[in-house]
């Protein structure tokens, strides 16, 4: 069952329709657009098969494919070095994509998680794409003929949806500056592109003014590249996020994850969610958004019919919203803030609510090995959702002892009948703005007198380890807690405080008036500091 059909269950007892559609669908996480070492990133195949197999519902593996301009465009030079790392990378692709085909079919017999097959075009001109294929028998394109200009990208960019039955191109870290790999939204075609990426490790190009602001070398945020500025454009496309890490580690906590109205997890009903723009972009924890406009669902265009529409939206967060927007055209058009409800308890002696773990700190490249078990004594563990990281690189040359992935260990997660656990390593967070910590967010109801147990065996720098934890939810009623595993600067554990569900949800419904093709959407904001943007509705 999903969260907004657990927390809304009295409202949407009133609306038929909402009801129903929530009802009918599920709500899957993926990530069908980051990098291991099949072309120039880190880590192995089967190291990336692992960790996504941990937290999402649906991945991919993207090889780097080619650059069609990057000797091309007289404007532009690279390095000599950038450019031969860049040729290997996508001879190396062509080397292994049979292995790497036939290891994702093996991923589709054995595990209950849908594999993709993709590649990635790099593009001075119109921008970076991602591939993303619906067989797992697809080929690659073949090579260009060596004289001629190579227009792969090109021909398919024009194709009109022609292609969409099989292999849908992605457009992604869209906010850098057109004609150096950002989108250019002139040569962009909807038609094409249903979907475009606008959150991953690279940053949030949702507008100028979003979090997670572009920092890696390729520069900064740029004009109108962003997903208000396409939209303004009159382009009709969803929003994904998806991590874009090099590092074999497919929905690694925090770098972009896509979430979709699915009605249910196979490839073929997938595939039509994303046709669909039933998605949502994220950052890192599965935040639930429901949006209608007179009844239509997430990702519609419908036509108007008089002037007066009814918007209503859903919203159910792992943590405690601190605003959510509602927004029309560039305009947000109504706010909650359900943070202002975090003190408001129960009248009675039951409490409903979310409670944040998280595992790490201690000094820097001292690793910590950790296996934890948690345990709800005198109460009921409703959901866990795991925020597990990989050992982040976006840039593919970045590399340093801690960065490669081993095939024999990646950080896993399991709940078995209401008994969670976790075991990962830590190294200490790299600097104090970078968070390398494991955890998760849980959902419990119980009493004041509920016990979250925690029972972990460490090895901190060869130092065996062993703690009990135990914390009522009233312990952490007002304020979080914390503990350390052998004193000061020695790796620490953080219960994060108590969230009543009124704290993690929102709820619209607005009757507005909306001019000729206006678009709706909605963006949340967590308190821990992730965010979520729907894709929108277009009347």
């Not at 001879?91 to 036939?102: E, G, M, S, T, V």
């Not at 405690?320 to 560039?330: H, P, R, S, T, Y």
């Not at 709800?376 to 970045?398: H, Q, T, Y």
Request: glycine share 8%; aromatic share 10%; proline share 5%.
């Amino acid at each position: 069952m999903n969260k907004i059909t657990r927390y809304f269950s009295m409202l949407l007892s009133a609306n038929e329709q909402h009801r129903n559609w929530i009802a009918s669908h599920v709500f899957l996480l993926g990530d069908v657009h980051n990098h291991c070492g099949i072309s120039y990133g880190h880590g192995s195949v089967n190291h990336a098969i692992g960790f996504a197999c941990q937290q999402l519902d649906f991945f991919s593996i993207t090889g780097h494919f080619a650059w069609p301009d990057m000797t091309t465009n007289p404007e532009r030079s690279l390095p000599s070095d950038v450019a031969q790392y860049h040729r290997e990378g996508f001879a190396k692709l062509r080397q292994q994509w049979d292995a790497y085909r036939n290891s994702m079919k093996q991923v589709e017999a054995d595990y209950p998680i849908i594999p993709f097959l993709s590649y990635e075009y790099h593009h001075f001109l119109y921008g970076d794409y991602t591939v993303v294929e619906k067989s797992l028998d697809a080929d690659l394109p073949p090579l260009p003929n060596q004289h001629k200009e190579d227009l792969r990208l090109k021909k398919l960019l024009d194709q009109d949806g022609a292609h969409l039955d099989s292999r849908i191109p992605i457009p992604h870290h869209i906010g850098y500056k057109e004609g150096f790999r950002g989108i250019s939204w002139d040569n962009f075609n909807d038609k094409a592109s249903p979907l475009v990426e606008i959150i991953s490790l690279h940053g949030c190009a949702e507008s100028h003014h979003a979090p997670y602001p572009y920092l890696h070398t390729m520069g900064p945020r740029w004009g109108q590249n962003t997903m208000q500025g396409g939209l303004a454009k009159g382009h009709r496309f969803g929003v994904m996020g998806n991590t874009d890490h090099h590092n074999a580690s497919p929905g690694s906590y925090g770098c972009g994850r896509t979430g979709l109205w699915a009605s249910q997890a196979n490839r073929h009903v997938i595939w039509d969610a994303l046709l669909n723009r039933q998605s949502i972009a994220l950052s890192g924890d599965p935040i639930e958004i429901a949006l209608f406009v007179d009844d239509n669902p997430i990702g519609s265009m419908l036509e108007s019919i008089g002037s007066s529409h009814r918007i209503t939206t859903y919203v159910a967060g792992c943590d405690v919203l601190e605003k959510v927007e509602l927004v029309v055209n560039d305009t947000v058009v109504a706010r909650r803030f359900p943070i202002d409800a975090i003190h408001q308890h129960s009248e009675d002696s039951s409490l409903h609510g979310r409670v944040s773990l998280e595992f790490g700190w201690g000094k820097k490249q001292l690793p910590c090995l950790w296996d934890i078990d948690i345990d709800i004594e005198n109460g009921v563990l409703v959901e866990a959702v795991p925020r597990l990281r990989g050992n982040d690189i976006v840039a593919p040359k970045d590399l340093n002892e801690t960065s490669i992935s081993s095939d024999e260990f990646y950080p896993t997660f399991s709940n078995d009948n209401g008994k969670i656990h976790l075991r990962f390593l830590t190294n200490g967070n790299p600097n104090t703005v970078t968070n390398a910590n494991q955890g998760c967010s849980l959902e419990v109801s119980g009493t004041d007198e509920t016990v979250i147990r925690i029972t972990i065996h460490a090895d901190w720098n060869g130092k065996p380890l062993a703690k009990i934890f135990n914390f009522t939810l009233k312990d952490i009623v007002d304020h979080p807690n914390s503990e350390y595993l052998d004193g000061f600067v020695s790796p620490a554990i953080s219960i994060g405080q108590y969230v009543p569900i009124k704290a993690c949800t929102a709820y619209f419904d607005e009757t507005l008036v909306l001019k000729t093709d206006s678009f709706v959407y909605v963006r949340v904001f967590q308190g821990n500091g992730d965010c979520a943007f729907s894709s929108p509705i277009w009347v």
